[in-house]
């Protein structure tokens, strides 16, 4: 079965300049729509509608192809709708690709379970639905205000239910939309025929409307990030850490002499006492070569190994002196410069202000 997923992204955006290609969680805002339609079983073709050179060049190193839409369908008054109508016309004038489905995602909106594309795919199929929208309930009594005040829009106020009794209302998420051509093409809309709904927990249903929405969106990441697991870290018999940025705050302080200082936390010095205490070896393996690294390590009683090019490769050195198999092995790091020793490793970490 042909199923295309369509993205639209037009380069302009009034109330997140350039927001497409915002990062979020280290990738282009745009990269999660597109990777996710890539991961989905069901999907054979994934297709971004853009004006914008930039959002087209992002979207074809992702592993999308990429329609150029003309600036006539790019305004902000112009419907999603157009765009997806004139993707479909471009692909069969252009090659006679007429798709059996057509998922249509918001890049907008990037919060989506691994499976939820495909799930919401076979949902509609399994419905045998026209068209299907993504939705999250909505737990309130809503009201509607117009200019005669407001009124209410989903129960009686006059005979106020318990909330476990109010009926089920779902609103609409603009994550996920999934259609039969034809719908699109006889009534101008996305939704029509038959329609069947998707239903997704109301934290994978934020948008990206204003700029504060990509704070929070972090902030929801950083929530659902995988925990280290017990048993990984209960194995572990060497520790090997970065300096800058993880064991200190990774600000550099310079006097007028060009003499460098940092800033340490005690706290460190305590954690380390207590993994040796538990027989777990600690070194430092720091690109820095600056005697502030020697002096805190020398302190605290560390092996150093520092001016390190190549830290996956002095970490290779490292394992195969002390005879220390991978998996019983920590790096703790929080740049990219870290990735080779990290990737070394059985239990990579990075700390939690890291470069994204």
Known sequence: MEILTIIPARGGSVGVPRKNVRPLGGRPLIAWSIEQA??????????????????????KTRGAEVVDRPASLATSTCSSESALLHCLDELRSREGYAPELVVFLQATSPLRREHDIEAAIQTLLRSQADSLFSACASHGFMWRVDSDGPWPLNYDHRARPRR????????????????????????????????????????????????????????????????????????????????????????????????????????????????????????????????????????????????????????????????????RVAFVGNDVNDLPAMSRVGVPIAVADSTP
């Open 38 to 59: 890539l991961a989905t079983p069901s999907v054979t073709r994934v297709v971004v509608s853009t004006d914008d050179p930039e959002i087209a060049r992002v979207s």
């Open 164 to 327: 476990q009794d109010a009926p089920l209302d779902v609103i609409e998420n603009g994550s996920i939309y999934v259609f039969r051509p034809d719908v699109l093409r006889e009534t101008g809309s996305r939704l029509g025929g038959r329609v069947a709904t998707y239903m997704m927990r109301p934290l994978d249903s934020f948008q990206v409307d204003e700029p504060e929405d990509l704070v929070l969106m972090e902030a929801v990441l950083a929530s659902v990030r995988p925990a280290l697991d017990p048993a990984a870290l209960a194995g572990v018999d060497l520790v090997l850490l970065d300096f800058d940025g993880v064991m200190t705050e990774n600000r550099v302080t310079v006097d007028q002499h060009g003499t460098e200082s940092v800033v340490c936390h005690r706290g460190d010095g305590w954690g380390i006492a207590r993994l040796r205490d538990a027989g777990v070896r600690v070194m430092v393996v720091s690109t820095e070569a600056n005697p502030v690294v020697a002096a805190r390590c020398d302190k605290l009683g560390v092996p150093c190994y520092q001016g390190v090019g190549d830290k996956g490769e002095v970490v290779d050195s490292i394992l195969e002196e002390l005879r220390a198999p991978r998996e």
